[in-house]
């Protein structure tokens, strides 16, 4: 039996996609109606790319950053407004997580394989009753492989910019849009080009274009999936 049907009685949701696609938000609201919990993988390699920042590892050191993974201990708890927040080695991380910077040196971290290999046990292990919902790149085609349900989301480069560029904006960071864009196109390739795990669809996952879609109605054609 593979690891990743450890506990193959419980249903696994998986969401992948690129950056701003919507799977951190459609993720956590459909986990919520679920009732099922739910996984960030995203944050795991972000976490590990601020722990790499805090310990001034360089990031082209692929043996540093395979010992920081190790060493890097990763929480995450509900505040009491509900919102998640990530503790990286004792320390609430939750917004320094979410900036471009630990988005692309997660990106960077995330294309070494014993880094990969070393992040599985961890991510699999949040499949626990009554079901998971998980969000990232290679839920559907690696860490999941048997899930019952897997969605990969995607919308144009310019609508995950734009979306991209207002929450951090209502967030205070200041960010322009074209240089987001950059951003996010560069993220794309090296997700997409790396070697182990590419950004790809899983062949059994359901495509959902979001360009132009609102919020709910992306929720609701993933839970009809799930309760077809
Ligand atoms: N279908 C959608 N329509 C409009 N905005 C969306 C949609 N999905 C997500 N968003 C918004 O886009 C931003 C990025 O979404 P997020 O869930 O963080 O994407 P990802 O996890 O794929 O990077 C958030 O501010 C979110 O509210
Ligand atoms: N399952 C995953 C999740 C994230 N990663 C890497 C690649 C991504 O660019 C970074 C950050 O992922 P995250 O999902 O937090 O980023 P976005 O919210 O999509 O911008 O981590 C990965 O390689 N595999």
């Not at 979410?98 to 599985?120: D, F, H, M, Q, Y």
């Not at 910019?161 to 794309?188: C, F, H, M």
């Not at 390739?189 to 070697?195: C, N, P, S």
């Amino acid at each position: 039996m593979s690891d990743s049907n450890l506990n193959p009685e419980i249903p696994v949701l998986t969401i992948d996609g690129p950056s701003g696609s919507g799977k951190g938000t459609i993720s956590r609201l459909v986990a919520q109606r679920l009732g099922w919990h739910y996984l960030d993988s995203g944050a795991l390699y972000r976490a590990v790319g601020v722990a790499a920042g805090w310990g001034d590892l360089d990031l082209a050191d692929p043996a540093a950053l395979v010992r920081c993974t190790f060493d890097t201990e990763i929480g995450f708890r509900e505040d009491d407004s509900g919102e998640l927040r990530v503790l990286v080695n004792g320390t609430d991380a939750t917004d320094e997580l979410r900036t471009e910077t630990a988005g692309a040196a997660a990106s960077a971290i995330a294309a070494i394989p014993e880094v990969r290999e070393a992040l599985k046990d961890r991510q699999r292990a949040f499949r626990q009753p009554p079901g998971l919902v998980a969000d990232g790149r290679d839920m559907g085609t690696v860490i999941f492989p048997g899930a019952a349900y897997k969605v990969f989301l995607t919308a144009s480069a310019d609508e995950r910019a734009q979306r991209r560029y207002k929450q951090l904006n209502d967030k205070g960071v200041s960010v322009t849009l074209p240089g987001l864009l950059r951003e996010i196109l560069a993220r794309d390739a090296r997700d997409a080009q790396r070697a182990v795990a590419p950004l790809r669809p899983a062949e059994d996952a359901v495509r959902i274009d979001t360009t132009g879609l609102g919020i709910e109605a992306v929720v609701e054609r993933v839970l009809a999936l799930v309760h077809e």
